[in-house]
């Protein structure tokens, strides 16, 4: 089957820190990559995905190379503000069956000024 | 303005009550989901739907039920049979096969907190 796992959170950090979360995930078939992120009380927003490897997805500063050697996806960012302050949570999707998305448990930001 | 609603934001229900739960898009999706997210961690689907008149299990169905009569359509029932159902329900849609996107990109609605008196 489809799993995701994702780095514990709470994240903390400064103002203008780098930022790394951490996904790896299993997957039956070629697996396509997204990482969503979740402001308190909203639902999920795409912040960026990929669908094949190498292919690296990028948003407002946000980063993520599918590694298929690694089995990979871990979200970057080289200066984080306080208004990324949220929870990022990676997810896959397979392109056969019911195609919904697997999702990791989720990683809280906190960026303190 | 192309979206998905989900309606109401809050609910409350009491022991024993059946509650539905909206979502409509109007973006012309294909497929449709419910998940369910519980405090601290990831979201469980609950259906799936990828066609008009059909909709399928997830991997907590017990005690949801749902309806997909309208392409843009897919309300949740959550029925007296669901032991724990405090919880936020998110739903989403995608296009299916989209080729040009290089995958089926699912989009959420904004949530509905549901909450057992």
């Known amino acids: 089957g489809n799993s995701v796992t994702q780095m514990e959170g709470p994240v903390t950090l400064s103002e203008e820190a780098f930022l790394t979360i951490n996904c790896t995930y299993t997957?039956?078939?070629?697996?396509?990559l997204f990482w969503y992120v979740q402001y308190p009380g909203e639902g999920l927003q795409l912040l960026l995905k990929?669908?094949?490897?190498?292919d690296k997805g990028s948003n407002k500063g946000f980063e993520a190379t599918y590694r298929k050697e690694t089995t990979s996806f871990h979200l970057e960012k080289g200066s984080v503000q306080v208004s990324d302050s949220a929870v990022y949570f990676c997810?896959?999707?397979?392109?056969?069956?019911?195609?919904?998305?697997?999702f990791g448990s989720g990683t809280r930001l906190q960026v303190q000024p | 303005d192309g979206g998905i609603t989900q309606s109401p934001k809050y609910l409350f229900r009491k022991e024993g009550q059946n509650v539905t739960l909206s979502c409509e898009q109007n973006?012309?999706?294909?497929?449709m989901y419910w998940y369910r997210q519980d405090p601290g961690q990831g979201l469980r689907l609950i259906y799936y739907?990828?066609?008009?008149?059909?909709?399928q299990k997830g991997d907590i169905a017990e005690g949801y039920s749902v309806s997909r009569e309208k392409k843009e359509s897919f309300p949740l029932t959550v029925t007296s049979a669901q032991k724990n159902p405090t919880a936020f329900y998110l739903c989403?849609?995608?296009?299916?096969?989209?080729?040009?996107?290089?995958?089926?990109?699912?989009?959420f609605g904004p949530g509905t907190r549901l909450t057992v008196l």
């Open positions: 989403a849609s995608s296009i299916l096969f989209a080729r040009l996107e290089g995958t089926d990109t699912q989009y």
């Open positions: 997957a039956t078939g070629y697996p396509s």
């Open positions: 990929a669908t094949k490897a190498d």
């Open positions: 997810a896959l999707t397979t392109d056969t069956g019911r195609r919904a998305l697997t």
């Open positions: 973006l012309n999706h294909d497929a």
């Open positions: 739907s990828q066609i008009v008149n059909d909709f």
